[in-house]
C-alpha cells in the first residue's frame, strides 16, 4: 500500500535551518509530482512546495519563497523540504502529499 512517511522535525531557534524527508513506497514516485503542506494550530492545512516528478518545475507559497526549497530524489524514493531562515510562523505540523495520499506529518517547532 502507500506509504508517505515524514522525518527530520523538530524544535529549532528563529534563523535556524531544518530538513524535512519524506520516504514513499507503494506506487511510482518518479512518475508522481509531490508536494508539502502545512497546518499550524487551529488554521486550516495549506500549500507550501510543490515539485515536478523529474524535479525540473517547482513552485511555493509566497510565504516560504527564498527559504525553502523542495527536491527530490527519484533513485531513493525521497522528498525533501529544505527549511532556512526559519521564523516562528513556520511553526506546524509538515505533510508530504502525492496526488491523493498524505503522510502522517511531523512536528515542526521554531522557538527561542
Known amino acids: 500500500q502507500v506509504q508517505l512517511v515524514e522525518s527530520g522535525g523538530g524544535l529549532v531557534q528563529p534563523g535556524g535551518s531544518l530538513r524535512l524527508s519524506c520516504a514513499a513506497s507503494?506506487?511510482?514516485?518518479?512518475?508522481?509530482?509531490m508536494s508539502w503542506y502545512r497546518q499550524a494550530q487551529r488554521e486550516a492545512r495549506e500549500f507550501v512546495a510543490r515539485?515536478?516528478?523529474?524535479?525540473?518545475?517547482?513552485t511555493y507559497a509566497d510565504s516560504v519563497k527564498g527559504r525553502f526549497i523542495i527536491s527530490r530524489d527519484n533513485a531513493k524514493n525521497t522528498l525533501y523540504l529544505q527549511m532556512n531562515s526559519l521564523k516562528p510562523e513556520d511553526t506546524a505540523v509538515y505533510y508530504c502529499?502525492?496526488?491523493?495520499?498524505w503522510g502522517q506529518g511531523i512536528q515542526v517547532t521554531v522557538s527561542s
Open positions: 502529499k502525492d496526488g491523493v495520499y
Open positions: 507503494g506506487f511510482p514516485f518518479s512518475t508522481s509530482s
Open positions: 515539485i515536478s516528478s523529474a524535479g525540473g518545475i517547482t
